[in-house]
């Protein structure tokens, strides 16, 4: 059972950045994917940003060009760096793990940190 640690949150003024960062309890050696979700206020959870175990990126179109998702490998820790930051950016963010176990897929979520951005 893997836990998901996220830390980084906060409240920031718009144009002002901030880093997530999502800790894993162990070592993950292979994935599908890992990322980031969000939910904003009264909304759903939506993707922001996820990461390939070959490395490839995808970013909801909404973050692209402002977030950059990134991982290090032997901290088990994966990055969100949020430039630019919008007042519609406000949200829980939560990390996500996506992995094969047992020859199905298994997904993990971390317990969210909340950004929130003033205009």
């Known amino acids: 059972q893997v836990q998901l640690v996220e830390s980084g949150g906060g409240l920031v003024q718009s144009g002002q950045s901030l880093r997530l960062s999502c800790a894993a309890s162990?070592?993950?050696?292979?994935?599908?994917?890992m990322g980031w979700y969000r939910q904003p206020p009264g909304k759903q959870r939506e993707v922001v940003a996820m990461?390939?175990?070959?490395?490839?990126?995808n970013y909801d179109n909404s973050v692209k060009g402002r977030f950059t998702i990134s991982r290090d490998a032997a901290k088990g820790t994966v990055y969100l760096q949020m430039n630019k930051l919008k007042p519609e950016d406000t949200a829980v963010y939560f990390c996500?793990?996506?992995?094969?176990?047992?020859?199905?897929?298994?997904?993990?979520w971390g317990q969210g940190t909340q950004v929130t951005v003033s205009s």
């Open positions: 162990e070592t993950i050696t292979s994935f599908v994917g």
């Open positions: 996500v793990l996506v992995r094969t176990e047992r020859f199905s897929l298994r997904t993990y």
């Open positions: 990461l390939a175990d070959n490395g490839n990126t």
